[in-house]
C-alpha cells in the first residue's frame, strides 16, 4: 500500500469502507471544535508544523500530539490501534509512515527537536540529529592543553628534580683532609710564626705621666698561643723616642679649603625678556643663551659682543646645550619643541617631535649620540640625534620634570622633578635604577661634580650631596633660605647656588662651607623685585661665572685675583642632621 493511503486510513479501523473519506461518523474520528475535516487528509496542518494540538473534548490546547498518546474521545480511553510503535493493526502491518509525518516536538527552551514523551509505554528512540548539532558550541581555548602539559611537567620536575641542583654532600674526613692538604701545601711556612702585634700610631707625645684627658693605650692580642712576655715586648714604650700611643676618638672633620672672592666683571644687555637658560661652547670662546623674547643669541665670552642671533622658537625658549663632538646647538622651549641647529648654516636641520607640553631643560650625552629632554609632560625623553627617533621615555615622575643631567658613567642620566624627588635612570633598561626622596620641596635643578664621582641637587629646603652610581647621601648644605633656581660648580671645588630673589650663595664642596654670600643688583630702570637668577654656568676653566637673570641681562664674574689668604673662622655642627 502506497504512503498516500496508509495516511488517509491510517485513523479508520476494521470493516471501514475504504472508499469513504473519515467523516464525523468514522470510528476513531471525533470531530472537534473549530477543527474542518479534510477528504483524503487525517493528519491537520497544525500537527505537521509543529503547533499545539486542541483538545478533543473541551477544546483546550494540548502541548503537542505525542505517537501512541492517549486522546480523550478518541476511542473512549483506548488506545488507538496500530499507533504504537512497532504494534501492528488486525489487517495491516506496522505503520512506519506515520513518524515521518507526525509533529516534531521542541522542548521549552532548547532548540534540539524531541520525539519521546514519558507516560507512553513506547520504547525511546534517539532522532538523528542534523549535522549542525554536532559541531561544538564553545571552542576549546588553546592555551588549556599547554596550561596542562606545564603543568604536569613542573609536578614531575618538583617531584623527582627538585634538587638536581644541589651538590653532593661531602664526607666529613674529605674536608678535614682537604683542609690539611692546604696547610701544608700554602701555609707551611707561616703556620708556627707569631702573629705580629699591629700598634696604631695617632699621636706622639713626650714621655711622662698622663694628664687629664690622655689615656694609655695598648693594644691587646686576645690570642692565647701568643705568650705574655711577647706581648709585653711589642706593647712596651719605644725608648728612643720617647713616645706613647694616644687613642683616636673620632675622626677629624676636614677643613675647608680657601678660596678667593668672586666680584662682577660684566653686564651685557641684549635680550628683550627674562634669559633662561646659558651654555658654553668646548672651545671656550663664545657662549649661547635663549630667552623669553623667542631668541638664542650667541655671544663673545671674552669681549661680550653679540655674534649671532637665531630665530625659530615660538615661545620662551627654556634650554640650550652645546655639543663637544658635532656642530651643532640643540635648544628646547615651551612650544613643545626641541631643535637642532646645524651651526655652520645657521638655520634648524632636525625637529624632534613627542613632547606633550613646555620642554624645560635638555642635555647631551657625552660618549653617545643622545640627547635627554624634559618638561611639564612629567617624562624624559630619549632622542636619537641622527634619527630623530624617541629611543625611550622615561616615565615614573608625578609631576614637572625641571633638570636633568648626563654623564658617561652609570647613573647614565639623572632628573629632578616638582614631585621631590631625583630619579637615577638605568638608560639601557629605560627604568628606574634608583628614587632619592629626601628632599621635601620641589627641586628645580641638579650639578654633576667635574672630577669627583658624585652630584648635588637643589630645592628650595636644602642643597644635597649625592654619591653615585646608587645616589647615596653625603651631607646637606643649609643656609641659603631661598627658592634654587639653579647650581653651578668647578673645578676647584667652588659650589654656587642662585636664588629666585638674587642672591648668591657660594660652597666649599668638600667641607659645606659657604664662603660668600653677593646679591645681585638690577641695571638701572628695573624693578628690585627682577634680581632673580634663572641659570648659571662656569666656563671651561673655571675662572669665569655667568648668570641670566629675570632683568633681561647676563652678568659675567670672576675671582679677585688682588684676594689675600684669611684665616677661616669655621665652626661646623658636630651633629649634622642625616636627611
Known sequence: MSDLKRNRFAGMGPGTPSNLPPGPNTPGHTNTPGHATTPGRTTPAYQMRGMPTPDRQSGATTPGRTPGSTTPGRMSGSTTPGRMTGSTTPGRGPLRSNIKQRSVLRTPGSGTPSHDTPGRGTPKRTPKRPAESLVFKEEVQRHTVHTLVFRSLKRTHDMFLYDQWAPLPTPVEVKDARKNYKKQSEYARVKDM???????????????PPTSGQELVAVQNNNPNIPSDKQNNALALNQNTKTITLASRRAPLPKPQWHPPWKLMRVISGHLGWVRCVDVDHTNDWFVTGSADRTIK???????????????????????????????LFSCGEDKQVKCWDLEQNKVIRHYHGHLSA??????????????????DASCRVWDMRTKACIHTLTGHTNTVSDVKTQATEPQIITASHDCTVRLWDIVAGKTRATLTNHKKSIRSLVMHPTQYSFGSAGADNIK????????????????????????????????????????????WKTGYNFQRFQSQVQPGSLDSEAGLF????????????????????????????????????????????Y
Not at 359 to 376: E, F, K, M, N, W
Open 465 to 508: 650631596q649625592w654619591k653615585c652610581p646608587d645616589g647615596e647621601f653625603i651631607q646637606n648644605l643649609s643656609g641659603h633660605n631661598a627658592i634654587l633656581n639653579t647650581l653651578a660648580m668647578n673645578q676647584d671645588g667652588v659650589l654656587v647656588s642662585g636664588g629666585d630673589n638674587g642672591t648668591m650663595h657660594f660652597w666649599d
Open 359 to 376: 620642554v624645560y631643560a635638555l642635555s647631551i650625552h657625552p660618549t653617545l649620540d643622545v640627547l635627554c629632554s624634559v618638561g611639564r
Open 194 to 208: 707569631d702573629a705580629p702585634v699591629i700598634v696604631r700610631k695617632e699621636k706622639s707625645v713626650p714621655l711622662g
Open 298 to 328: 650667541i655671544w663673545d665670552l671674552g669681549s661680550g659682543t653679540l655674534k649671532l642671533s637665531l630665530t625659530g622658537h615660538i615661545s620662551t625658549v627654556r634650554g640650550v646645550a652645546v655639543s663637544d663632538r658635532h656642530p651643532y
Open 535 to 578: 641659570a648659571m654656568c662656569f666656563d671651561h676653566s673655571g675662572s669665569r661665572l655667568i648668570t641670566c637673570e629675570a632683568d633681561k641681562t647676563i652678568k659675567i664674574y670672576k675671582e679677585d685675583e688682588n684676594a689675600l689668604e684669611e684665616p677661616i673662622n669655621w665652626k661646623p655642627d658636630l651633629l649634622r642632621k642625616r
